[in-house]
C-alpha cells in the first residue's frame, strides 16, 4: 500500500548532526529492451517435367529481442547537513520518488518533483548517526537568462523532495521511461520496431 499523501518527518535535527563528512556517489543506470516483428514472403516459379508451372510461396514471421544497458557515475563529498550540486546528462526528464520510514520500514511512492532534461539537482544529506539517511533532493533550473530563472524560483518554491535511504547502500531516487514503435516496409515485407528503455538514478551515501 502506498502513503502517496502522507508527509514525512525529519528524521534528524539539523542542530544535533555529528560534524562528519558523507560521500555521495550517484549513478545513471540505462537499460533498454527492442523487439523487431518482421514478416515478408518468398516465393518461386517451378515447371515440372510435363510443362505445368506450380508456383511456391513461403512467409516467414520473425520476432527478435534484444537488451542493453549501461550506467554512468560521479561522486561528492559535503559535509554533513550541506548540499551538494549533482549534474545529470539526461536528455528525458526524471520523476524523483519520495521516501519515509513508517513503522521502522521505509515507504516509497512516486512523487511530484521533476527533474528536467540536461539539469540536475542539489543534495543535502541529513545523518543523526544510524543506520539510515534523509536526503533531500531539490531540482536545478533548465539553462537560461538571469531573469527567467529569478522568476522560476520564486513561482516555484516548491521544487524539493525527501527519500530516506540507507546508509551505505545504492538506492534509486528518481526514474525515468520511454518507448517508442516504428513501422517499416519494403517491397518483400514489413517489420514492427518496439524500443522501450529506462533511466534510474541510484545514490549511495556513506560516513567518511
Known sequence: MQYAQAAPDSIANPATLPLRNLQIEVRQVQSGESQRNEAGSAGGVQIDSQGQVAVQGTLRLQQRQSQQSSSASQLVLVLNGRSARIAL???WPLRVFQTWLRDG???TTQGTLL???GTGFSATPRWDGSDVVELE???QQAPGNAANAVGALQ???ST???VVVPLGEWSTVAQSEQSSQ???SGLAGGA???TQSRTDVQVRVTAR
Open 182 to 184: 516504428d513501422q517499416q
Open 155 to 157: 513561482n516555484n518554491s
Open 105 to 107: 520500514r521505509l515507504v
Open 89 to 91: 546528462g539526461t536528455v
Open 160 to 162: 524539493t523532495s525527501v
Open 137 to 139: 533532493i531539490a531540482a
Open 115 to 117: 527533474i528536467q532534461a
Open 192 to 194: 514492427r520496431v518496439s
